[in-house]
């Protein structure tokens, strides 16, 4: 029946998102609305309650920050809800509003009905975070059929034309917020991962952040203001700051330039100051470091020196800065692969594990085995200090890095006299004691026949699945009497309602939505200018006339050296803006300037 389903696998990102299936036997990624393959990750939600995703809501991060939501993967897994306009979401709520942006552009494909998906994880996410991200999928309408990890994902893409040779493969992955990477090894048609190691809160953003936080320091020199207590500058500044990153990565130095920040003792505070490419990555050092530690890491437990590796495979938007380049050539003494596109091998190899799942690509072709990314075991009472023994040891049953399914059992003593009950406390982790790793879920054994300590013997098994999501059963031997907790369903009832809630919530909203045949929401650009956030009001005629020379003068610099359809582009922006500057209109002028500097991003990049 499944084999009817059509399925796709998605890229579900920080910063950018694509849907992909497999046409003609090979992956391409599904074009969304407005024919983009990839969209922003950004969520925005307009005053009368619409809500818009991808790229135009990216363009009103700046103007509305609070009704807009970026970067949600970061908060995945966490039940703190975040505020879109007047109201509040979880995070996986957020996500499924970008995931059925992706949903519609796939039914716009292969038409309506039930669609199974394969979405892509950092390998580095925990359970909460995988299964965040499983509702997700399932809030927007999908059948998630497999949650895998994004460098798998990546590796998958790049094997599917290079299985036939032994080599071994590094995935490095360095988005906008995670970082991951992994170690495979391609053999007889089975790709399978040796190791992995990341951190879920490293990325692109982090490097955003630091540029922010240098410029904010600039302001609070000259003028003693703080940018960063107002949330409409803040967001200004960090999109600057992706725009220098972003142009550091191709020249030497870049200008931070921005008209107006802030008012500040009302005047208009402006910036211009600049970097070289030299300061950015001593900026960014600590953090490339990091990377690279981790890529050691995962070397010594794939068992591998960096001389064994055949292909260094380069994914995620920020591995075009490059530093990071430089630093993997030094570690492996060759580039990188250039047959990797960095922001669609994630969704191509989602799409082709979707097509194995839908034998839309024979499973002779390629058989994948992944690892659990960390250890996971239950708290026991360390008794190494004899009499003082102390609570809290971690007691690891499933180790880091092990093939998955894993199924894993250990055996345990009771430790208090006559204890009738034996509690399990679950974790994951890398440290000896569980207050330091990650607390995944408790459950208690009842009816052990009480003894005296230590008699009474209790089999833990761990069942990891290849969505990474665990189950934990407890048996006590003596009495075959056991219970079995699926870590996913700890919190069952709980969860069950909650999700329900959630859908209930997003079905009124989509419900809120133009219908099919109606044209995708657009910004509204008049509630976009008479916005709580972006009041005309609050800039002086002066000021803008300011701003717009600042745009005229980087439209005409970008124009000498632009040929063709950017030539015109620009000489659109330029008689746009000169057109604006003459008039005395306030509001026309800021029209032109939001018209412009939109018009110069797309030009700009
Ligand atoms: P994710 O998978 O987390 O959504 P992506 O792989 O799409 O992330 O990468 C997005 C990140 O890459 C952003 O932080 C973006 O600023 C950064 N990025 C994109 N292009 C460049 C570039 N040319 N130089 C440096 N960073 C870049
Ligand atoms: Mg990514």
């Known amino acids: 029946m499944s084999e009817s389903v059509p399925i796709v696998g998605i890229d579900l990102g920080t910063t950018y998102s694509a849907a992909a299936c497999i046409q003609k036997g090979r992956p391409q990624i599904i074009p969304a609305a407005g024919g983009q393959g990839i969209i922003p990750s950004v969520v925005h939600m ?37 505020k879109l306009g007047d109201k509040e979401f979880l995070p996986q709520e957020i996500s499924a509003l970008i995931l059925k942006e992706l949903k519609d552009a796939v039914d716009n494909l292969l038409g309506p009905g039930e669609k199974e998906a394969v979405i892509t994880v950092p390998a580095y996410f925990n359970d909460e975070q995988r299964r965040a991200t499983q509702q997700a999928g399932e809030l927007a309408g999908f059948v998630v059929e497999r949650i895998i990890n994004e460098p798998t994902a990546a590796a998958m893409a790049f094997g599917l034309y290079n299985m036939q040779e032994n080599r071994n493969i590094l995935v490095y992955d360095l988005g906008g917020g995670t970082f991951d990477v992994s170690v495979l090894e391609t053999l007889g048609g089975i790709l399978e991962v040796k190791a992995s190691a990341g951190n879920s809160l490293l990325g692109g953003e982090d490097f955003d952040w630091l540029l922010v936080n240098w410029m904010a320091g600039i302001l609070k020199e000259r003028h003693g203001a703080d940018p960063l207590k107002d949330l409409k500058a803040k967001a200004l500044l960090k999109e600057e700051a992706e725009r220098v990153k972003i142009v550091l990565s191709r020249e030497e130095k870049a200008t931070a330039s921005l008209p107006v920040v802030m008012f500040h003792k009302n005047k208009p505070l402006g910036l211009e100051a600049e970097i070289s490419r030299k300061e950015f990555e001593e900026m960014i050092e600590p953090l490339l470091q990091e990377t690279l530690n981790k890529v050691r890491d995962a070397l010594t437990e794939a068992g591998l020196e960096a001389e064994n590796i055949q292909d260094v495979l380069l994914v995620g938007g920020s591995t075009r800065i490059p530093r990071v380049r430089e630093l993997l050539y030094e570690i492996f003494q060759k580039e990188a692969r250039k ?34 990314p960390f250890s996971m075991g239950i708290a026991v009472m360390d008794n190494s200090f004899g009499p003082n023994a102390r609570e809290g040891r971690f007691s690891v049953i ?19 006299d006559y204890q009738t009950v034996a509690s399990i406390e679950v974790y994951q982790g890398e440290h000896r004691w569980v207050e330091n790793n990650k607390h995944l879920g408790k459950f208690s054994l009842e009816g052990v026949p009480p003894a005296p300590a230590g008699e009474e013997k209790i089999v833990v098994e761990f069942r990891y699945n290849l969505n990474g999501i665990l189950e934990v059963t407890a048996k006590c031997l003596s009495n075959n009497k056991s219970m079995q907790v699926v870590m996913q369903d700890a919190l069952s009832r709980f969860a069950r309602e909650a999700f329900q809630e959630s859908a209930t919530s997003l079905e009124a909203l989509w419900k809120n939505a133009p219908g099919e045949e109606e044209p995708q929401a657009q910004l509204d650009i008049d509630s976009y200018l008479d916005d709580e956030d972006f009041t005309v009001e609050d800039k002086d005629h002066q000021a803008m006339e300011e701003e717009a020379r600042v745009l005229l003068k980087r439209a005409k610099k970008l124009k000498s050296a632009a040929i063709g359809l950017k030539r015109k582009k620009l000489l659109d922006i330029i008689d746009l803006l000169k057109g604006a500057l003459e008039g005395n209109d306030s509001d026309n002028l800021a029209g032109a300037i939001d018209e412009a500097t939109d018009l110069l991003i797309d030009v700009d990049v």
Do not use: W, Y
């Open 46 to 82: 307009d005053r009368s309650g619409r809500v818009i995703v991808g790229r135009d809501a990216r363009a009103a991060l700046v103007a509305m920050p609070n009704r807009t939501v970026a970067a949600i993967k970061r908060q995945m897994g966490s039940d703190k809800k975040v």
């Open 339 to 372: 047959d990797v596109h960095p922001d669609e091998a994630v969704a191509l190899g989602a799409a082709v594990q979707a097509g194995i799942k839908g034998g839309n690509i024979s499973k002779d072709e390629m058989i994948v085995t992944d690892v659990a």
């Open 398 to 416: 499933i180790p880091k890095n092990t093939a998955i399914p894993a199924s894993r059992k250990d055996t345990f003593c009771t430790v208090g």
